[in-house]
C-alpha cells in the first residue's frame, strides 16, 4: 500500500524506517531519500509510528511479566 502518494513511498519502506529508528514523522522522507511534498502522509506516518511504539511497549510488558 501506498502511504505517500506524491513520492510513491510504500507502508514496507515507511516501516523500514521506522524500524531503523526514525522517530519524527518528518524525517522519513529524507530518510528515504525524497522531500515533503502536500503533506497528507504524515498523519498516516503518524500513526504507524504510534503503532510501533505501542507494539514495542506491549512486548516489554509482556517480556517483564
Do not use: K
Not at 519502506?13 to 524525517?27: E, F, K, L, W, Y
Not at 503503532?51 to 516489554?60: C, D, H, K, L, Y
Amino acid at each position: 500500500m501506498y502511504v505517500c502518494i506524491c513520492n510513491a513511498l510504500s507502508d514496507d519502506q515507511v516501516a523500514t524506517c521506522i524500524d531503523g529508528g526514525v522517530r519524527d514523522a518528518n524525517a522519513v522522507h529524507p530518510a528515504l531519500g525524497c522531500e515533503v511534498q502536500c503533506g497528507r502522509c504524515i498523519p498516516t506516518i503518524v500513526d504507524m509510528m504510534d503503532e510501533q511504539v505501542n507494539a514495542v511497549s506491549g512486548r516489554m510488558a509482556r517480556a517483564a511479566e
